[in-house]
């Protein structure tokens, strides 16, 4: 069956240390990735997404993710939290055999303290 | 360029009362996409449209769920009759044609079923 499964349900940091949130997929073949962000009472914005090629993809607000294709895995990262990264942090993934559908994970609430 | 627009923000009713939410996507987005997002999981597909027509509406409970997107542009959701189970915030994404996976979402329906 078709899964995608982000292990940490909630993650804390301090403000100014690096972060990394995981995802891994479960499909038959690579499938497109993405990572979004959802700021309490607001939709969902899309930080970054992972169709081919490079491996290591950059997104908006100092956030990269890298694909791993040995691992399923695709984690996203920063080098330095902001306190204004307090956020719930989606991963998703669109099979290539069938264009349309997204699956969501069930997404990483990460808290920032001083 | 303004975002995708959703209303209400909020809606409580009782159960079994009928319920609508509405979308109005970014301009020239020819694909709309609705879905619920229940507390702590990720957002689920109800029904995607291209232009005015359904591409994809397996997972919506179409015994108590229905959309339209009459004209292209604006849609439609609606729950009748509503059940405490859904409970849940209601999210609309659009997306232009040739780049449907880069979907932009508005800022949800937030319902409660009493």
């Known amino acids: 069956a078709q899964s995608v499964t982000q292990p940490d349900i909630h993650i804390t940091v301090s403000e100014g240390a690096s972060l990394e949130l995981r995802c891994n997929y479960s499909?038959?073949?690579?499938?497109?990735l993405f990572w979004y962000v959802q700021s309490p009472g607001q939709g969902l914005q899309l930080l970054l997404k992972?169709?081919?090629?490079?491996?290591l993809v950059q997104g908006i607000k100092g956030f990269e993710a890298e694909f791993k294709r040995s691992q399923s895995s695709f984690n996203l990262r920063k080098p330095s939290v902001h306190w204004s990264d307090a956020a719930e942090y989606f991963c998703a993934v669109a099979p290539t055999n069938t264009g349309n559908q997204f699956y969501f994970g069930t997404g990483t609430s990460l808290t920032v303290i001083p | 360029e303004a975002g995708v627009a959703q209303s209400p923000r909020y809606k409580i009713i009782e159960k079994r009362q009928s319920v609508a939410f509405w979308c109005n996507p970014i301009?020239?987005?020819?694909?709309l996409y609705w879905y619920q997002q229940i507390l702590g999981q990720g957002p689920k597909l109800l029904i995607q449209f291209q232009n005015n027509g359904v591409v994809d509406d397996s997972q919506l409970p179409k015994d108590r769920f229905s959309a339209e997107r009459l004209k292209g542009v604006d849609s439609t959701l609606k729950i009748q009759p509503a059940k405490l189970e859904d409970s849940a915030v209601y999210l609309c994404?659009?997306?232009?044609?040739?780049?449907?996976?880069?979907?932009?979402f508005g800022p949800g329906t937030r319902l409660l079923v009493l």
């Open positions: 301009s020239g987005h020819a694909t």
């Open positions: 992972y169709f081919s090629g490079d491996t």
């Open positions: 499909y038959g073949a690579t499938p497109y």
């Open positions: 994404a659009s997306s232009a044609v040739g780049a449907m996976l880069t979907q932009y």
